[in-house]
């Protein structure tokens, strides 16, 4: 400690639970400065995924499904997930059958660019499948 301040530096405890505890004579404030210079950087390089929702109805017609899927495979390319999510009312619900195959067609119009993370699962009204980047 007599020697941190003889120095004119500060007497920083390195690992605390060591025995003995480890210390190092350094400026506490320039440590910290470039600790957070180096944590702003490494965050800056993070890609956060997001996840897209594209909705359809069981009745989606082929050039709509086509404009969706060419959404979708913007979304892809940006390295986000996609939700792809096949809503049904009332009568439609007898007929989850015509939700499966839309699914399923998405499924091969999409199997160039991404892979399948969630499979086609039916939870209540809707019916859904997650998708990623390959």
Avoid at 23 to 40: N, P, V
Avoid at 57 to 79: C, G, M
Avoid at 107 to 120: G, L, R, T
Wanted: aromatic share 8%; net charge positive; glycine share 4%.
């Amino acid at each position: 400690m007599a020697k941190a301040t003889e120095l004119g530096l500060d007497l920083v405890e390195i690992a605390p639970k060591a025995k003995p505890p480890v210390c190092k004579i350094m400026d506490f404030g320039k440590y910290a400065y470039e600790q957070r210079k180096k944590d702003k950087i490494s965050k800056k390089k993070q890609h956060t995924v997001v996840l897209k929702e594209i909705r359809m109805r069981p009745k989606t017609d082929t050039h709509d499904l086509e404009f969706k899927i060419k959404h979708a495979r913007a979304f892809i390319e940006q390295k986000n997930k996609v939700k792809f999510s096949v809503q049904f009312r009332g009568r439609e619900m007898a007929y989850k059958d015509f939700g499966y195959k839309l699914l399923e067609r998405v499924k091969v119009m999409m199997e160039d660019v991404a892979k399948v993370e969630m499979d086609i699962k039916s939870e209540g009204r809707f019916m859904n499948m997650v998708m990623s980047q390959k």
